[in-house]
């Protein structure tokens, strides 16, 4: 059974809370939950993380080298201006599916560069928690 880390950055705790016009009513362990049973859908081992804190995000990363078949990757903020998350990414070099809960394309011009997705094979926006399943069922599927 393929093993993927889920690794959700900056401000994803605050779901339910934040700007519920843009992210919704559900909360951050409903996305833990729909996370779980996604994988168990598409048939593979997840292992959550979520922090604030752009290192800890990085540490995640790296201690996923060897150990994980795959990463989904919701680095919020981050997203647009971590090259430390990128430089990560590219060293343990895992198949890497980015994810966000909203088009971040069809919002401010700042959200439009992605660090990520110079490195993941593909990018997953604007289907809110369905992105997670999309990318789940992708990994599975390599």
């Avoid at 048939?43 to 150990?67: D, F, H, M, P």
């Amino acid at each position: 059974m393929k093993k993927v880390l889920v690794v959700n950055g900056v401000n994803l705790n605050m779901l339910g809370i934040r700007e519920r016009d843009m992210y919704g009513e559900r909360d951050y362990r409903s996305l833990e939950a729909y996370i779980k049973k996604a994988a168990k859908e598409a048939g593979v081992k997840v292992t959550i993380r979520q922090s604030n804190c752009e290192g800890k995000l990085v540490t995640y990363i790296q201690r996923a080298y060897g150990r994980y078949d795959g990463i989904v990757l919701n680095a919020g903020a981050y997203t647009h201006t971590s090259i430390a998350l990128l430089d990560a990414l590219k060293a343990v070099n895992i198949p890497t599916v980015e994810v966000h809960l909203t088009d971040i394309n069809a919002r401010e011009e700042f959200r439009k560069t992605s660090y990520v997705a110079l490195y993941a094979e593909k990018q997953i926006a604007g289907k809110g928690f369905e992105g997670y399943k999309e990318a789940l069922e992708y990994l599975a599927g390599k």
